[in-house]
């Protein structure tokens, strides 16, 4: 569906975590006359996430339009998390959480 420009309709369970400076950006390249799009998504929560399962993310923009980076199949998003303590003056520690899927469509537009 995604392929076609179709919106993807997530039936899965969603939960919902905490964030904080999140930002979502969508590069489109042809390479070999087609082409491949880099989405990445960052953000900071105080949840630790689960990486032992295959997730997708669903974000949405502020225009209410829901996207989604990430699916049951391949090819799978590749999930970075980096662990912060915080500083001494009162940063609080936090999970720096990056997300970035590759392919010739990485940030599909969805309905949950």
């Not at 950006?25 to 491949?36: D, L, N």
């Not at 689960?50 to 997730?55: E, T, V």
């Not at 912060?84 to 940063?91: A, F, I, R, S, V």
């Amino acid at each position: 569906m995604a392929q076609a420009g179709l919106t993807v309709a997530a039936h899965t369970a969603i939960e919902e975590l905490p964030f904080a400076n999140a930002t979502v950006e969508s590069v489109t390249e042809y390479s070999h006359g087609a082409p491949i799009e880099t989405a990445t998504l960052k953000f900071r929560t105080s949840q630790v996430l689960r990486i032992d399962i295959q997730l997708g993310f669903v974000v949405t923009d502020v225009y209410g339009n829901s996207w989604l980076i990430g699916a049951a199949e391949p090819p799978y998003p590749k999930v970075s998390l980096t662990r912060k303590t915080g500083l001494p003056g009162g940063d609080p520690a936090v999970w720096e959480i990056e997300v970035k899927a590759v392919g010739q469509r990485a940030l599909l537009p969805c309905v949950y």
